[in-house]
């Protein structure tokens, strides 16, 4: 991305703010590299056309784990789609108590996806592992070797083995304000190599001071990072930066 960003935003839904226009025009105002990740391969090409003339913002094609069940026949219109981009995401599995029925689907559908983006090769996937760390590294193991494309986990919330495989098959990870409200958030992201760490701020589902945090808002999440790292904010702001020149390079 360039001219050089001074923040990055590697996740966020912009087609989730009341007004899409803005919420790029603000990425760009700031200067914030963002990841506008979609849910479904319908809502790509809306994104696309807003975000075409953007000097930041680029858009990722997704069908999200959540809406894996429902929204599995839109993969054929994905496959059609993925040329159009680098980028890929929301993707991945989720767990959790509401979706844990759907993880059969969810895995036809990512492993789906994998293929695809192995067979296109240099995609980078912005990945949802909510409880599914370890099926998820199983997979990106399997199917999509380093030289194929680049993982970046999205809000990881595995165990600090898994934080170490997932680095040694050459992942990244996006880290978001919102992690550090688990004890054991600092440990976590200590475990994972500097050199891999991105910053997020998942918006507008992550809020601050009761309202969805703005588009590229990355600030919070960045001083808070700093200060588990143990360096200065502005160094941390630049070590986030160059990696993610390293990512795309």
């Known amino acids: 991305m360039s001219p050089r960003p001074r923040h990055v935003d590697f996740h966020c839904h912009l087609d989730l703010y009341p007004d899409l226009a803005e919420a790029i025009a603000q990425c760009d105002a700031e200067r914030t590299a963002t990841l506008a990740v979609t849910t479904t391969p319908k809502a790509f090409r809306q994104n696309l056309k807003l975000a075409g003339r953007s000097k930041f913002v680029r858009v990722g094609l997704g069908l999200h784990p959540h809406l894996a069940a429902q929204r599995k026949s839109e993969l054929a219109?994905?496959?059609?789609?993925?040329?159009?981009?680098?980028?890929?995401?929301?993707?991945?599995?989720?767990?959790?108590?509401?979706?844990?029925?759907?993880?059969?689907?969810?895995?036809?559908?990512?492993?789906?996806?994998?293929?695809?983006?192995?067979?296109?090769?240099?995609?980078?996937?912005?990945?949802?592992?909510?409880?599914?760390?370890?099926?998820?590294?199983d997979l990106i193991e399997k199917?999509?070797?380093?030289?194929?494309?680049?993982?970046?986990?999205h809000w990881f919330s595995g165990t600090k083995s898994e934080a170490r495989r997932a680095a040694a098959l050459g992942c990244y990870f996006s880290i978001n304000q919102a992690m550090f409200e688990k004890p054991t958030a600092q440990e976590l992201i200590q475990s994972m190599?500097?050199?891999?760490?991105?910053?997020?701020?998942?918006?507008?589902?992550?809020?601050?001071?009761?309202?969805?945090?703005?588009?590229?808002?990355?600030?919070?999440?960045?001083?808070?990072?700093?200060?588990?790292?143990?360096?200065?904010?502005e160094e941390t702001r630049e070590l986030v930066v160059s990696n993610l020149v390293e990512l795309v390079r």
Do not use: W
Request: charged share 20%.
């Open 77 to 137: 219109l994905f496959e059609a789609l993925l040329p159009e981009t680098r980028y890929v995401g929301e993707i991945g599995l989720d767990a959790g108590p509401r979706f844990f029925r759907s993880l059969p689907e969810q895995i036809d559908v990512f492993t789906r996806i994998l293929a695809m983006c192995q067979a296109q090769g240099n995609k980078i996937l912005s990945v949802h592992s909510v409880r599914t760390a370890g099926r998820v590294l």
């Open 143 to 153: 199917m999509l070797p380093s030289d194929r494309g680049r993982v970046v986990f």
């Open 193 to 233: 190599p500097i050199e891999r760490l991105l910053t997020e701020t998942d918006g507008p589902f992550i809020e601050e001071a009761g309202e969805p945090i703005g588009p590229g808002k990355v600030q919070p999440a960045l001083r808070q990072l700093a200060t588990t790292l143990a360096l200065p904010f």
